[in-house]
């Protein structure tokens, strides 16, 4: 038996989502409440039958502020024909047009009931700090911005996932599917996928794990269709509080104008999601009901088998290491915290730099960032670091010359080890010849980076002195000389004539 679908299109701050509700589901693709002892944190699994596929691990049970321990638990493949359903939704939404309802109607006859919120979004194939994000959960590992609620932008700033898990397991990595997925990836502006959201900024890839490798190899962007479980609520009093709080003043003018408008509406309770804030008076009744029935995890008839195979982590076969080319393209993109800091803060001006430089947290008697200045500091130099590299060297620059802020200094050096520059192995330099007892806490962060630095413009210069060698010439042709016998047919040619 199909599930039972209802649907409504939004568009909010000029983007495209789809709410989507779901009832009479066998209840067999989703997350579900696999903790174990509450007392010991919360953990989520996300599941397809009764195969355990991620686990989602929060210590405190009382902070949804707090980052998540997020593993791979088993592989998509193992799913049955599940992961063949989700490249055939891939398929039909990104290549042949269909809308959202169609294209994913395969994945909604198994999903939780529950209400869903389906876009659009760019991903980085990362784990939000710099590392392949193939290549590290079969690890428990705690991940930066993979909170409920960011810390950064609280509930005021949606910032949309943008960090992939892989779902398949690294062990059957296939060098030929790899090759095809390249030769696939030339084809497009971009590599396609659909996936989960699991919390915070992260989402479960639950297809096409090539083709986003490949697009990776080759520079293009990677777009994915994302299925996110509405299940939290953004309260008519904290929009209030956001709206009457002068705790941002760096937004774009535009910005400001819009959240004055705002300010002259009644605020109103909103569904809150990842990627934005639904106003309830714009959901139908019909749905806002099956939000209320189902925003608490529904115990479906697999859930004791999922629970009980979430404790059992997928046998590694066999190690792989992928090429140097991905590790070193991974370095270049974005952090979670760079990307929330750029969601935190519109624009940062001059005088607003010179005003957090000079210690000051306050700007014509409003907050430059926040009250507090390390985190007003820590945002500003991730800000930076996205948006202006230049004035973010000068902001560290200035920052770490200044004696008066060595808290500050070792967060910075920390920041700084996967960007390759001379400008910054010039100032790690200077910190290192410093006799200054301030720097002695960054000292082998210093050594570390300028080792790091030599070992890439060796391997940069490699790099250019292979491109800039001649291609190696071919065999030699050895030619036959047939002056001889040029001769000899000559002759042969005026003996047969004399003979006539």
Same mark, same amino acid.
């Given at each position: 038996?199909?599930?039972?679908?209802?649907?409504?299109?939004?568009?909010?701050?000029?983007?495209?989502?789809?709410?989507?509700?779901?009832?009479?589901?066998?209840?067999?693709?989703?997350?579900?409440?696999?903790?174990?002892?509450?007392?010991?944190?919360?953990?989520?699994?996300?599941?397809?039958?009764?195969?355990?596929?991620?686990?989602?691990?929060?210590?405190?049970?009382?902070?949804?502020?707090? /980052?998540?321990?997020?593993?791979?638990?088993?592989?998509?493949?193992?799913?049955?024909?599940?992961?063949?359903? !989700?490249?055939?939704?891939?398929?039909?939404?990104?290549?042949?047009?269909?809308?959202?309802?169609?294209?994913?109607? *395969?994945?909604?006859?198994?999903?939780?009931?529950?209400?869903?919120?389906?876009?659009?979004?760019?991903?980085?194939?990362?784990?939000?700090?710099?590392?392949?994000?193939?290549? %590290?959960?079969? !690890?428990?590992?705690?991940?930066? %911005?993979?909170?409920?609620?960011? *810390?950064?932008?609280?509930?005021?700033?949606?910032?949309? *996932?943008?960090?992939?898990?892989?779902?398949? =397991?690294?062990?059957?990595?296939?060098?030929?599917?790899?090759?095809?997925?390249?030769?696939?990836?030339?084809?497009?502006?971009?590599?396609? =996928?659909?996936?989960?959201?699991?919390? %915070?900024?992260?989402?479960?890839?639950?297809?096409?794990?090539?083709?986003?490798?490949?697009?990776?190899?080759?520079?293009?962007?990677?777009?994915?269709?994302?299925?996110?479980?509405?299940?939290?609520?953004?309260?008519?009093?904290?929009?209030?509080?956001?709206?009457?709080?002068?705790?941002?003043?760096?937004?774009?003018?535009?910005?400001?104008?819009?959240?004055? &408008?705002?300010?002259?509406?009644?605020?109103? /309770?909103?569904?809150?999601?990842?990627?934005?804030?639904?106003?309830?008076?714009?959901?139908?009744?019909?749905?806002?009901?099956?939000?209320?029935?189902?925003?608490?995890?529904?115990? %479906?008839?697999?859930?004791?088998?999922?629970?009980?195979?979430?404790?059992?982590?997928?046998?590694?076969?066999?190690?792989?290491?992928?090429?140097?080319?991905?590790?070193?393209?991974?370095?270049?993109?974005?952090?979670?915290?760079?990307? &929330?800091?750029?969601?935190?803060?519109?624009?940062?001006?001059?005088?607003?730099?010179?005003?957090?430089?000079? =210690?000051?947290?306050?700007?014509?008697?409003?907050?430059?960032?926040?009250?507090?200045?390390?985190?007003?500091?820590?945002?500003?130099?991730?800000?930076?670091?996205?948006?202006?590299?230049?004035?973010?060297?000068?902001?560290?620059?200035?920052?770490?010359?200044?004696?008066?802020?060595?808290? !500050?200094? &070792?967060?910075?050096?920390?920041?700084? &080890?996967?960007?390759?520059?001379?400008?910054?192995?010039?100032?790690?330099?200077?910190?290192?010849?410093?006799?200054?007892?301030?720097?002695?806490?960054?000292?082998?962060?210093?050594?570390?980076?300028?080792?790091?630095?030599?070992?890439?413009?060796?391997?940069?210069?490699?790099?250019?002195?292979?491109?800039?060698?001649?291609?190696?010439?071919?065999?030699?042709?050895?030619?036959?000389?047939?002056?001889?016998?040029?001769?000899?047919?000559?002759?042969?040619?005026?003996?047969?004539?004399?003979?006539?």
């Amino acid at each position: 038996m199909k599930s039972v679908i209802s649907s409504e299109s939004l568009l909010i701050n000029d983007k495209e989502f789809n709410l989507i509700s779901v009832s009479s589901s066998p209840n067999s693709f989703g997350i579900c409440d696999t903790t174990k002892q509450r007392e010991k944190g919360i953990q989520e699994t996300l599941f397809v039958g009764n195969e355990a596929l991620v686990n989602i691990f929060q210590r405190s049970i009382n902070d949804p502020y707090s /980052n998540k321990i997020i593993t791979q638990i088993s592989s998509i493949e193992r799913c049955g024909d599940f992961s063949r359903r !989700v490249a055939s939704s891939c398929e039909e939404y990104f290549y042949n047009n269909k809308n959202v309802v169609s294209a994913l109607q *395969p994945l909604f006859d198994y999903i939780k009931n529950g209400l869903y919120i389906v876009y659009e979004q760019e991903m980085i194939p990362t784990d939000g700090s710099g590392n392949f994000f193939w290549s %590290g959960y079969l !690890v428990g590992h705690e991940l930066t %911005g993979s909170s409920t609620f960011n *810390p950064v932008c609280r509930k005021e700033h949606p910032v949309p *996932p943008s960090f992939l898990v892989p779902t398949e =397991g690294i062990s059957g990595f296939s060098d030929k599917s790899l090759k095809a997925a390249y030769e696939k990836v030339k084809k497009d502006d971009c590599a396609y =996928g659909v996936c989960f959201h699991l919390s %915070g900024m992260f989402c479960a890839l639950l297809s096409n794990h090539y083709d986003v490798t490949a697009a990776l190899l080759r520079d293009k962007k990677i777009r994915c269709l994302v299925i996110e479980p509405v299940r939290n609520i953004c309260t008519a009093e904290e929009i209030k509080s956001f709206q009457n709080s002068d705790s941002v003043s760096t937004i774009s003018e535009e910005d400001k104008e819009q959240n004055k &408008q705002q300010s002259q509406e009644i605020p109103e /309770n909103c569904l809150y999601t990842c990627c934005a804030n639904i106003p309830m008076s714009k959901v139908p009744i019909s749905i806002l009901e099956s939000f209320f029935l189902t925003r608490k995890n529904e115990i %479906g008839k697999y859930s004791d088998s999922v629970s009980a195979n979430s404790e059992k982590p997928i046998r590694i076969k066999n190690k792989r290491s992928f090429p140097s080319d991905i590790v070193d393209k991974c370095d270049k993109f974005p952090d979670c915290e760079m990307l &929330q800091s750029v969601a935190m803060v519109g624009y940062l001006s001059d005088e607003e730099i010179t005003a957090l430089l000079n =210690g000051e947290t306050m700007l014509n008697d409003k907050y430059i960032i926040n009250q507090n200045l390390y985190s007003s500091i820590t945002i500003a130099i991730n800000y930076l670091q996205y948006k202006n590299f230049d004035k973010f060297f000068e902001f560290i620059s200035t920052i770490i010359k200044n004696e008066d802020m060595p808290a !500050v200094h &070792q967060y910075i050096a920390a920041k700084l &080890q996967p960007v390759m520059d001379e400008r910054i192995a010039g100032l790690f330099k200077e910190i290192l010849n410093s006799e200054n007892n301030i720097y002695i806490p960054i000292k082998s962060y210093a050594d570390k980076y300028l080792r790091r630095f030599k070992a890439y413009k060796e391997s940069e210069s490699l790099k250019k002195a292979k491109k800039a060698a001649p291609p190696p010439s071919a065999a030699p042709v050895i030619k036959r000389d047939v002056t001889n016998d040029l001769e000899s047919l000559d002759l042969a040619k005026k003996i047969n004539s004399m003979t006539k």
